[in-house]
């Protein structure tokens, strides 16, 4: 180390501060420029989303299993696109920096993971695992752009409820709906349930925790409310996929539908915009 | 949760609970250390001037057990995973920095370098990545001793020696052209700068209020009149 031990005047102290103005001002361009990609990264993911919603709710016709298949294959180009960015990220996240930087990147990661976990859901059923969410952050060799935090991986999953359960209360209207609905349904309580045992070690998740037991509560709402009114007739089911739908419209405006309106409003606006660009 | 990714959560979960409970033992200690030092170094207040390096000496030893810590912490801790842990050692980290920089003050006069307290502490270069002294903790811990240098300048008054505000004076404001430097951003090490003035307006009452009554000696003359 060439600098001197103690700095004893103001000629070596200016120096060395001069040093550490470098440093510091380096350290925090790199986290601004990090935090503009998470957003960049959280933008894209909310669109894809978005999309993920309107396939699967717009498309006219019978809910059946190749519309979630569709719907991921469609989502996948933009899904490439999400992890381009990451790509890009990676050389300002290597070694050391990654868990330096973490908390910068942290809300994108979760918005993809909760993209990418929905769109997993649409195709298969099931809940994406901790390997493929970090098989799909790799480059074409397979090495990871970063290792994936655990609990950047159980908080985007924690918003995927959220996600469901819009899915669950739009689509029950539709014919073959109510079996989504309930499915949906099981699947997010097992969530709540997986999630409840490690709520101990992750605080964000004990908060999200509380998201998701109001998304539960939501789809059930909706359940109720199709289990009361079908018990009223006897009917053959597609035309009380028309009473449903009443009941449903009704259900949805009780409970709010999104889990804040600042969201929800948000998200309108969106829509419309969105339609052109995908 | 198919069994297999319960299994991959478990296993992550359970390194890292490992790893935390490991450093919170390292840090008790590593406190217990730095509240020792806090404690001798609180003495300086009443202690005359010939007796300082008795005090330092006894301080000395103490500092230098923080490398046991240092080294132990660096053990545990997994390649390129220093900032995520670092938040659980930062106060401890800060306050032996603290200890550091202030001894040496007293001692020499000036102001120890981050790699001087660096090797103090026993950090070592090549635990880049696992452990090292980041700029940040070294500011805190400097600003800490700034803190206590107002204190000392009121105290040593007291005890007669009129030199040493003068000193902490010339010191300090060579310390504060230097933060001024940074360009800081709205967090605790802004905050802390901020406060820096109030203790050179405390030791520039006290340089004042010595300087005025001649108790000074005449070589701290250009300073005085400010």
């Given amino acids: ?278 | 949760m198919d069994q297999q990714n319960v299994e991959k959560i478990n296993s992550i979960l359970d390194a890292e609970i490992e790893i935390r409970e490991k450093i919170k033992e390292q840090v008790t200690e590593f406190d217990k250390k730095t509240r020792t030092l806090a404690g001798i170094l609180n003495r300086i207040h009443s202690t005359r001037s010939e007796q300082m390096p008795t005090l330092l000496d006894s301080a000395r030893p103490v500092l230098e057990s923080c490398r046991e810590t240092t080294a132990a912490l660096a053990a545990i801790i997994p390649e390129n995973q220093f900032w995520k842990w670092k938040e659980m050692w930062q106060n401890s980290l800060r306050n032996a920095v603290f200890s550091a920089v202030l001894v040496e003050y007293l001692h020499s006069g000036g102001l120890l370098s981050l790699p001087a307290v660096a090797e103090t502490l026993g950090i070592k270069p090549e635990w880049q990545g696992r452990f090292v002294l980041p700029a940040e903790d070294y500011l805190h811990g400097v600003i800490s001793m700034v803190n206590e240098l107002s204190r000392l300048a009121v105290n040593a008054v007291t005890l007669g020696d009129f030199e040493q505000p003068i000193k902490i004076s010339l010191f300090v404001k060579d310390i504060f052209a230097g933060f001024s430097m940074l360009n800081l951003k709205n967090d605790t090490l802004r905050r802390r700068y901020d406060s820096l003035k109030y203790d050179i307006k405390k030791i520039e009452e006290v340089v004042y209020d010595v300087s005025l009554r001649r108790l000074a000696p005449s070589s701290g003359e250009p300073e005085k009149k400010e």
Avoid: W
């Fill in chain 1, 1 to 278: 180390m060439a600098s001197t031990r103690v700095l004893d005047s103001r000629d070596t102290v200016l120096p060395v501060f001069e040093q550490f103005r470098e440093e510091l001002d380096d350290h925090n361009d790199r986290r601004e420029r990090l935090i503009k990609s998470s957003r960049d990264v959280t933008n894209l993911s909310k669109k894809v989303i978005f999309l993920l919603h309107r396939i699967v709710t717009d498309d006219a016709g019978e809910f059946d299993d190749k519309i979630g298949r569709h719907a991921a294959a469609r989502a996948k180009g933009k899904f490439r696109e999400i992890q381009s960015l990451f790509a890009a990220m990676c050389p300002e996240l290597a070694g050391e920096r990654f868990a330096r930087y973490q908390r910068n990147v942290s809300p994108g990661l979760q918005e993809y993971i909760e993209a990418l976990s929905f769109a997993h859901y649409l195709e298969h059923k099931s809940l994406i695992s901790y390997d493929q969410v970090q098989q799909s952050l790799c480059d074409h060799d397979g090495i990871p752009y970063f290792p994936l935090p655990l609990e950047d991986y159980l908080l985007g999953l924690s918003d995927l409820t959220g996600e469901l359960m819009r899915f669950a209360i739009a689509s029950i209207s539709r014919r073959g709906g109510r079996q989504k609905a309930s499915d949906v349904c099981s699947f997010v309580r097992a969530c709540k349930a997986d999630f409840e045992r490690l709520t101990p070690y992750y605080r964000e998740l004990r908060k999200k925790q509380h998201v998701t037991a109001q998304s539960l509560e939501k789809i059930e709402d909706a359940a109720y409310a199709v289990a009361v009114r079908t018990s009223e007739f006897d009917l053959p089911p597609e035309m009380l996929d028309d009473l449903v739908a009443q009941a449903v419209s009704h259900a949805a405006d009780h409970s709010g539908f999104g889990d804040e309106p600042r969201r929800k409003r948000a998200r309108n606006a969106e829509y419309g915009d969105l339609d052109d660009d995908l």
